[in-house]
Structures are given as C-alpha cells and as structure tokens.
C-alpha cells in the first residue's frame, strides 16, 4: 500500500476498500479537501439526534481542540454530498473558523437510496455514544489545578465586571422603530433618571418604582423641557411617562439593562444540561462552596427584617444577607403564611427574646399591627417585641 498526496481538493491519504477478516469494509474514495459550504448537513441527523446547538459545551471544546489540532478525523459524506458522520465536526469547524475540513466520500447516494442511507448514518453515529461513566472520566482528567482556580478567579472578575458595566447588546427590536426614539425636550427627564441610577449603583437592578419615588420631591424633573407644567408628580401619568421612557432607553443602549428588573413578573428558567458531563463540571466546580455561618446562633435575640414595600428590598438585602438576618417583605396586608414561617424560625432558635428591625415606613407602628393584627395570631404576645427603627432615604 502506497500513501499518495496532492494539494486541496485532491488526494491525501490511500484508498482502502476490502475486507478484513469477516468484516466487509465500505468502498470509500481517497480523502479529500472540500469546502465547508459544499458539505450539506442530513435533514434525519436532526430527528434522530436533535438539533446541534452552537453554545453546546461539548461543541464548544471540540471547536477549541480543531483549532489547535485541526480535523483529525475526516467527514464521512455520500457521493451527493450528505454527511453520513460528522455533524458535529461540521459545527465545530465553522466555530474554529475553518472554511475547508477532509472527508472521505462514502459510495451511497441518500437520492438513489435514501432507506440505505438512514441506516447507515444511525449506525456510524451509534459507533460515538459514550458511556456516563466515560464522560465523567474524561471530565475528570481534563481538570487542572491550576487552571481551575485561574478559572474561578476570572470568573469572579467577570461577574462583578458585568454588574459595572454600561455595555449593552445590540437589539433589534421587531417593530417599527416609533417607540425609540427619544425627543430632546425628554432629555433632561432622562438625565435625571441615569442620575438616579448611577447614584443606586450598588443596589442595582432597581424597579421602575424605585426610580419612580426618588424622582418626587421639590427637584422632579420636567417630563417635557418645553411645558413648565409638566413637573414629575407622584400620579399614573407621570409613571407612565417613566415607564415609556425607561423602555426607549434601554432599546436605545442609553439605559443598561441589568439596571432595572421587574420583580412583580418573575421568570422561571429550568436548570438543565446538554449532557452528563457538563452537569458534572458544574457539581465538582461548586462542590462544597457556599457555606454561610448563622451570625444569630451566637445572640441572645432572635432578629427578623419586616418591611412592607418591594422598592426597599434590594437595599435591605445586603445587611440581611451580611447578618444572615431573614427578610420579609409584606406588601400591606401580609398573609398567614409569612407570620407562620416568622414564628415557627424563633421558636426553633436557642433565643429567649425575639425582635423586628422595620424600616421607617412602618414609624408609627401601624405597620407592624397590619401585619400582625390586632388578636396576634401568631401569638406575638409570647415574644418580648422591640422594635429597633432605622430611615431609609428616599
């Protein structure tokens, strides 16, 4: 057997055809050097085995090894030009930035015999499926000490990079563009938003609503600089004009998007996997972190956060978090529920004195009786309650 080389396009590496032992061989043509756009993808790869994504992990790191190492195994495709095994080699060339890869030329037409052709695409992909336990293995030998506390450092960097940032991705949204456009009579009420904003960095994101109250006052903006009368008030209008135009910023990239966040419509993404060895990464890369010492076992009174507005949740959240101090949000009226849960915490704890640290909003105690009413059904009467009150600028 003698090895033949040409340039691109032509022959570089022997023809093989036969049998060994039992076993019959394919009749495959010479490698070849084709251009990836040439190179169509089976329309039954993605039935039998989904969709390949782009931002698959897996993808991702073969990507990374081409561009290093390149095509080490050729793409197997039919005389018209479908790929019978190497789907993922293809993605994951475009994402290295190849516009040529090798393949070898399978003597099956998916036009002359399309029922051939599909069992011969299952069984060569069948020949790649990897065991559990190989993929945890393979997860396991690719760890780098080094490299992984490299890794988590960067990582860390980067979040608090992207709590910082002004940047803004591109949008374009599916409309006619006649909502973003913001005239310059508003941009003085903008201004004073971003204002708002930047001085509310670390309390990032904020709700409409937030911005909403420190606007008020007896310097609220004009919400048009030509009408004196239009002086930001504490009415639907003027929130209205606030909403419209915190959503014409951020589409325009003057407002960042990770400054503002609606908590009233929560969002619910399911937390799942591309495979087993990506959920490993993630289990040994969080594995025994996030242990968070009770700062109350140690007091003589057990300390609970109640404060009745969502606008001051995110201020509080700090102090609470750094305290390990609960925090419950009431919205007026609270529930049974959240006095249950606030009840049945101190019972459990070692202390013998129980108090609520309230915002100012709750100054005249009115608050605290809303929410614990007038009978205490949940026997607050039992509790030696002080009331510990501290502002909340606004």
């Not at 050729?74 to 080699?89: E, N, V, W």
Request: hydrophobic content about 35%; charged content about 25%; overall charge positive.
């Amino acid at each position: 057997m003698s090895a033949s080389i040409t340039q691109a396009g032509g022959t570089i590496s022997p023809h093989f055809s036969g049998s060994f032992g039992n076993i019959s061989q394919p009749e495959l043509d010479l490698v070849q050097v084709r251009s990836l756009d040439s190179i169509i993808p089976a329309p039954e790869n993605d039935n039998v085995y989904n969709a390949i994504a782009f931002d698959d992990p897996q993808i991702i790191d073969l990507a990374r090894s081409i561009k290093e190492h390149g095509v080490q195994e050729p793409l197997l495709i039919s005389r018209d030009g479908f790929i019978i095994s190497g789907h993922r080699r293809r993605v994951a060339s475009y994402l290295a930035g190849l516009e040529k890869v090798p393949v070898r030329i399978h003597s099956v037409s998916r036009a002359e015999s399309r029922e051939e052709f599909i069992k011969l695409l299952v069984d060569m992909n069948s020949q790649r499926i990897k065991s559990t336990s190989v993929l945890f293995h393979e997860s396991l030998i690719k760890i780098d000490p080094q490299n992984a506390h490299q890794k988590i450092v960067s990582e860390r960097k980067e979040k608090d990079d992207e709590r910082t940032s002004n940047s803004l991705t591109a949008i374009d949204p599916d409309h006619d563009g006649s909502r973003c456009e913001i005239s310059r009579a508003k941009h003085p009420f903008l201004d004073a938003v971003l204002r708002i904003l930047d001085a509310h960095r670390d309390y990032w994101p904020l709700s409409d609503r937030q911005i909403h109250y420190r606007l008020l006052g007896p310097d609220a903006p004009l919400t048009h600089a030509s009408k004196p009368a239009s002086k930001y008030l504490n009415d639907k209008t003027s929130y209205r004009k606030l909403t419209d135009l915190l959503s014409r910023g951020r589409i325009n990239g003057l407002i960042p998007w990770d400054a503002i966040e609606d908590v009233t419509r929560p969002v619910n993404v399911h937390r799942a996997f591309w495979n087993t060895a990506e959920f490993f990464r993630q289990q040994t890369k969080k594995f025994l972190k996030g242990y968070w010492r009770s700062r109350q076992q140690s007091q003589p009174d057990h300390i609970e956060i109640v404060a009745e507005k969502l606008t001051v949740q995110n201020i509080l959240d700090g102090v609470a978090e750094e305290y390990t101090i609960p925090l419950t949000i009431t919205r007026g009226m609270s529930s049974l529920p959240p006095k249950k849960e606030i009840h049945d915490r101190y019972v459990f704890s070692p202390s013998r004195r129980f108090g609520i640290v309230r915002p100012a909003i709750f100054s005249d105690g009115e608050g605290l009786r809303c929410f614990f009413g007038p009978q205490s059904d949940v026997q607050c009467r039992r509790f030696m309650l002080y009331c510990v009150s501290f502002g909340i600028a606004p």
